[in-house]
Nanobody, 125 residues
Framework: QVQLVESGGGLVQAGASLRLSCAAS????????LAWFRQVSGKEREFVAA???????KNADSVKGRFSISRDNAKNMVSLQMNSLKPEDTAVYYC???????????????????WGQGTQVTVSS
C-alpha cells in the first residue's frame, strides 16, 4: 500500500521560509518521479515542482528562484524548500508520485497516480 505523508506546513509572514517534507512508503522510491502541487479552494490543483529518479528537476515559473525540490532516496523522502514566500503562495500543498513512467517528469495532475493528504501553507502579508 502506497502512502505519502506531508508535513511542515504552517502560518508564516511574507518573506519567510518554510520547508515541506513528504515521507513515502510502499513504493520503489528511488525509481519514481515525485512532485509537489498546490491548490487553493475553488481553483485547479497546480504544479509547483518535480524531481526525477536521477535528480533532475522542473519548477513552475511562479516559484523559480524561490522554491527548490529535493529527494533523499536513503530516507524515502522528498522535500520542498520555500523561500521568499508571498501571500499568493497560500494553498494546500500536496506531495505526488508517478510510479508508471520513470523517464517522464510530468507537470499535470493526471501525470501522477498517488497523492498525499496535503498540508496547509498560509502566508500573511
Amino acid at each position: 500500500q502506497v502512502q505519502l505523508v506531508e508535513s511542515g506546513g504552517g502560518l508564516v509572514q511574507a518573506g519567510a521560509s518554510l520547508r515541506l517534507s513528504c515521507a513515502a512508503s510502499g513504493l520503489s522510491f528511488s525509481s519514481v518521479v515525485l512532485a509537489w502541487f498546490r491548490q487553493v479552494s475553488g481553483k485547479e490543483r497546480e504544479f509547483v515542482a518535480a524531481v526525477a529518479w536521477n535528480g533532475g528537476t522542473k519548477n513552475a515559473d511562479s516559484v523559480k528562484g524561490r522554491f527548490s525540490i529535493s529527494r533523499d532516496n536513503a530516507k524515502n523522502m522528498v522535500s520542498l524548500q520555500m523561500n521568499s514566500l508571498k501571500p499568493e503562495d497560500t494553498a494546500v500543498y500536496y506531495c505526488a508520485a508517478d510510479t508508471t513512467r520513470r523517464w517522464v517528469v510530468g507537470t499535470g495532475k493526471d501525470d501522477y497516480n498517488y497523492w498525499g493528504q496535503g498540508t496547509q501553507v498560509t502566508v500573511s502579508s
